[in-house]
């Protein structure tokens, strides 16, 4: 290997160890579950936006979740939007159309060097397989993380630096 | 009167002359669909257009980039056909092709299909197109063909109307409208040859093979070149008579010359042509006229003064409104191909506009000064008078000779109307080369471009087209580029909105060559993005 190309790869090594300002995602704490069951989504928060802190989390649903109740904060306001969902779920003759679409906690302050957990309960979905909880990361000085990629998906950057990966992810088993 | 009414013979004739296909040629519809998955093979590839094209050539490129098929199709009305004699094995494929539509504007492009089951993101590569030398040959000869046909009609025009004039001065005239003559002649024959070479893409120096020259005779180039050969002769002819037949055939040569402007090109196929044609031509008469005058004018400066004031007098008559209705007929030209005021300033094609409304400006400027204030000086008899004055229309002469080469280069582009269109031009006359690709996910599909693709100053363009990106309106599109020899990582960029679903990062960042990797991050909602990863090389 030549010295200019050994150079540059050194840098690299070098960048990928120190660049990176944390490889900690926002997460779910249980990350299997139940289809068709009560489940505790509790959302990890590890970090800010770089070192901006965090202002809001807004949580969408996989498809398929039923009756999301949020646990609320204190601090921070609560904002439960309901409309019509994206897909509607059906069970037997039984279809709801309508129902919560996107959980808020807003206005409160979490800085980068804190952690916190903002916790909904749900019904999960009944379909079995991997269920993304798209997050957005709202922080100081208009700046968002946003946790809304499927698995597997390479990371990007924002314009400002802010994180865009992998949606929170759990994992349904089929009943016992 | 007399002019009115050979204006309003100018009118028709133009309309009559013009060709009749009268917009670009463009791509309606494929088989196989861009991006599409078939089970089976085709048994063709078919590619059918809005109206009558001839087929240069068609290309089947398998996904390592070998020729499975082609060059040589089957033109059939509006549609171009590729037999395929054997079935296709599984995999991705790309269909380059080159056509050549009746207003003689090449027109470029690639679909990708795949045979068995759709890959997971199409990677592609299109083949880069030959490169500027054709389009720099064809704007510079173009530039020299008007230069002298400006120079030929005021020439002859001075010569017609100054029968009075002393005999070294008329000398002058002469050897300026024969030189132009001959100029114009050869410029409209090499036109043709390289029309065709621009059509081809064929290395530049093989101009002088035959090829080149049996393509362009099929093109409207050679009713341009013929017509401007014929005019070239008529002014040369009204240079030997005298008296009245003189007269008229200066005339003549005088309005047909902007004519033969009119029989190609894009500003004509722009719109209804008994609209774009005389538009054209009532932009091109008064201003070859105007720039055709400043050589004689220069040369009469040195004439005595009883002699030079007839010149002058006649210039100055018609120049204010003839510039007027040059500038007024050149704005609705210009317009019509800007479309937008946008477009004039984010577009090449729109900042050569400007550069030539700035120029034309500057010309102008000078214009005024010289008809205000050292003329009338000048026919006073004052001393230092007409020195100053021919020094200030050489200037004029050189801005004139700058914004003829600036209407050249934009005659051989793409104006932004075409661009609105959504076609893919990768024709000889505007793609830089550069690299292409089309890549789909999650049934979305884009195509992404670098250009040049060279170290350095490079336009990253994002076209989010396809049924995938219907009524979807991205939040925001934005890329992160890396190199990974270079330890370039995570350079994030936001793109920028340029049209309608366009989106374009212009700048420095891929500074260095090599194996870049971008992706592109597409948010389509606040909790939905769709991303693509693609390779792309640079070149040193």
Known sequence: MSRSVLIPAAIAAAFGATAVPSWAHV?????????????????????????????????????????????????????????????????????????????????????????????????????????????????????????????????????????????????????? | MRLVAALICMWFGGALLAPPAHAHAVLTATEPADRQALLSSPAAIVLKFNEHVKAVYVRLLDANGAVVAGPSADSIDNDVRLPLATPLPNGAYVVSFRVISDDAHPVGGAVLFAVGPAPAAWVAAVPAEAGHGWQIATATNRAAHYIALGLAVGASLFLALGTEADALYRR?????????????????????????????????????????????????????????????????????????????????????????????????????????????????????????????????????????????????????????????????????????????????????????????????????????????????????????????IGVELLIGITVLAVTSALAGMVPPRSLALGVHDHDGADSAPGYVVGAVSAGKSATIALEPARAGRNTLTIHLAGAGWAGVEPRSVSVTLGNFQAAIEGLARPLRKVAPSVYQLDGPEFAVPGDWTVRVLVLVTEFDAVTYTIPIPVAP
């Open chain 1, 27 to 176: 997460t779910l704490e249980t990350k299997e579950a139940v289809v068709s069951s009560t489940y505790k989504a509790v959302f990890r928060v590890p970090h800010g936006c770089g070192a901006a802190a965090t202002t809001a989390i807004r949580v969408r649903f996989p498809d398929g979740t039923l009756s999301p109740k949020p646990m609320p904060h204190a601090g921070w306001t609560l904002t439960i939007q309901e409309g019509t969902l994206a897909k509607p779920i059906t069970a037997g003759n039984d279809t709801v159309t309508k129902g919560v679409t996107e959980i808020a906690w807003t206005g409160g302050k979490l800085a980068d060097n804190e952690y916190d957990e903002f916790v909904i309960q749900l019904t999960t979905p009944a379909e079995a397989g991997t269920a993304l909880f798209p997050l957005v990361q709202e922080c100081e000085g208009g700046k968002a993380n946003r946790w809304i990629l499927a698995p597997g998906v390479a990371a990007q950057s924002g314009p400002n630096g802010e994180e865009i990966d992998a949606a929170p992810s759990l994992k349904l088993n089929p009943k016992p």
């Open chain 2, 172 to 392: 002058r005239l002469g050897l300026i409208a024969g030189t132009s003559v001959v100029v114009i002649l050869i410029t409209a024959g090499l036109a043709v040859g390289l029309e065709g070479g621009l059509v081809l893409q064929s290395p530049v120096r093989e101009l002088f093979a035959a090829a080149p020259w049996s393509e362009g005779q099929e093109t409207t180039q050679l009713r341009q070149s013929l017509a401007a050969a014929a005019v070239a002769l008529l002014l040369a002819a009204s240079t030997g008579l005298s008296g009245r037949a003189k007269r008229v055939l200066a005339l003549a040569g005088a309005l047909a010359a902007p004519a033969t402007i009119a029989l190609t090109g894009h500003v004509v196929t722009s719109g209804p042509v008994w609209i774009t044609a005389p538009m054209l031509f009532a932009h091109a008469l008064p201003a070859m006229v105007w720039f055709g005058s400043l050589a004689p004018l220069m040369a009469a400066t040195a004439l005595p003064v009883q002699a030079a004031a007839r010149p002058f007098s006649v210039f100055s008559r018609w120049a204010v409104a003839g510039a007027a209705v040059a500038v007024v007929a050149g704005g609705a030209v210009a317009l019509a191909q800007a479309r937008t005021i946008e477009g004039l300033f984010s577009t090449d094609y729109g900042h050569l506009l400007l550069l030539k409304v700035a120029l034309v400006a500057a010309a102008g400027g000078l214009a005024t000064w010289n008809r205000l204030r050292l003329t009338p000086r000048a026919l006073r008899g004052e001393g230092s008078a007409p020195t100053a004055l021919s020094r200030t």
